[in-house]
């Protein structure tokens, strides 16, 4: 499948600047025109990362992003001539994934793109993982047990592929953080612990309970 990449830039130049490099590059590409339908537009083309400027003419990037999150985990690099390290903070406490001022280096954000790309599924060479009767389905991220099924976000996918892939040890909370989100020093240690009990909660709603354990001041294990 090629990634399609969502492009919020009102600049026309820039925007077209983008389209160019991107589509060379074998993206799929779309580009959002009316700022006042982006949530809704990031919902319908369901992309598999988003560029996003913090300046727009409707709704701020801080704005859309917080709105994002709500719904999504995916990558959203901010692309924006906001250079102030107030901003780049705010963009990763919101959950922005990069941060690159213009005038952009095109080599260092293809790079960034392809990295976050890498990240954001979990590829193996088995798209199917089996542990304990529970079947991970990577491709379309959802975890299968008795004949029931559950669709799991992005995240959700990657953390039971991380405890599938070390079934029987201890993965402890710091290699989760790293494994996720590469920057532990701007994660909040409880946002893994939101995505873990969202989890069971799934995996309770197909009748797998008690499938991930805690260990008390070390980790999880499955």
């Known amino acids: 499948m090629i990634p399609k990449i969502f492009i919020v830039e009102d600049d026309c130049t820039i925007r077209t600047e983008l389209e160019t490099l991107l589509t060379g590059n074998g993206y799929h590409v779309f580009s959002v025109t009316d700022?006042?339908?982006?949530?809704?537009q990031v919902k319908t083309e369901n992309p598999q990362l988003i560029l996003l400027d913090i300046k727009l003419p409707q709704e701020s990037g801080f704005s859309l992003c917080s709105g994002?999150?709500?719904?999504?985990?995916?990558?959203?690099?901010?692309?924006?001539?906001?250079?102030?390290?107030?901003d780049e903070l705010s963009s990763i406490m919101l959950g922005g994934d990069a941060f690159i001022t213009k005038p952009y280096n095109t080599a260092i954000l293809l790079a960034k793109i392809a990295s976050l790309l890498k990240k954001s599924c979990p590829k193996t060479e088995q798209e199917i993982l089996v542990y304990q009767g529970a079947t991970l389905h990577l491709?379309?991220?959802?975890?299968?047990?008795?004949?029931?099924?559950?669709?799991?976000?992005?995240n959700e996918c990657k953390i039971l592929f991380y405890l599938f892939k070390h079934a029987g040890s201890i993965c402890t909370r710091a290699d989760l953080i790293e494994y996720l989100w590469d920057h532990?020093?701007?994660?909040d240690d409880n946002a893994l612990s939101v995505n873990v009990n969202r989890i069971r909660e799934k995996l309770s709603?197909?009748?797998?309970?008690?499938?991930i354990k805690t260990r008390h001041r070390q980790g999880y294990t499955l």
């Open 184 to 187: 532990q020093l701007y994660v």
């Open 35 to 40: 700022f006042s339908k982006t949530i809704q």
């Open 205 to 211: 709603s197909i009748g797998l309970t008690d499938f």
């Open 139 to 154: 491709g379309s991220s959802q975890i299968e047990y008795d004949g029931h099924t559950v669709e799991l976000t992005k």
């Open 68 to 86: 994002i999150r709500s719904f999504s985990d995916v990558p959203i690099i901010f692309v924006t001539s906001c250079s102030t390290d107030m």
